[in-house]
């Protein structure tokens, strides 16, 4: 930027008081009224059980079926802004491994199947791993069956 010998023009800055709208305009707004609207929504509390989540990550991969590498993957279903799945919606997923990428990370991503596919196939993983910790006697005393 070069310098002149010429100053620049002041331009003259007031403070802005923000006042209310005129009488007349204000009939013509309409605002939308949330008194007995908006109701807060009871939010069930999700199962949390840490020794189930290890029992389903003892079991092999249900989509691939390979063993010492599931973690225990949560449904789809169920989970929302703010929700949390609970840990009996769990089935076992295998995690990545050196040299490949497992099922739970590419299913979480949408690579495996679609959302329909997905949403249709969680509910009978979920199943199949109950019936399976419940048949081998392993299931926790402290936790509900379903």
Not at 43 to 58: F, I, M, N, Q, S
Not at 65 to 82: E, F, L, R, V, W
Not at 90 to 99: Q, T
Request: hydrophobic residues 35%.
């Amino acid at each position: 930027m070069k310098r002149t010998g010429f100053k620049r023009p002041q331009i003259e800055r007031r403070r802005t008081v923000h006042t209310p709208a005129p009488a007349g305009l204000a009939a013509r707004v309409s605002m939308a009224r949330a008194d007995g609207m908006a109701q807060p929504v009871a939010k069930d509390a999700p199962v949390r059980h840490e020794g189930y989540r290890r029992l389903v990550a003892l079991l092999p991969c249900c989509i691939c079926g390979i063993d010492g590498y599931s973690q225990a993957a949560h449904a789809s279903t169920g989970k929302g802004m703010g929700i949390k799945a609970s840990d009996l919606d769990l089935f076992p997923a295998c995690a990545d491994r050196p040299g490949a990428r497992g099922c739970h990370s590419r299913l979480d991503q949408g690579a495996l199947f679609s959302k329909d596919v997905r949403h249709t196939l969680e509910p009978q993983w979920v199943a199949d791993t109950q019936r399976k910790i419940q048949t081998m006697g392993l299931w926790p005393e402290n936790l509900e069956r379903p």
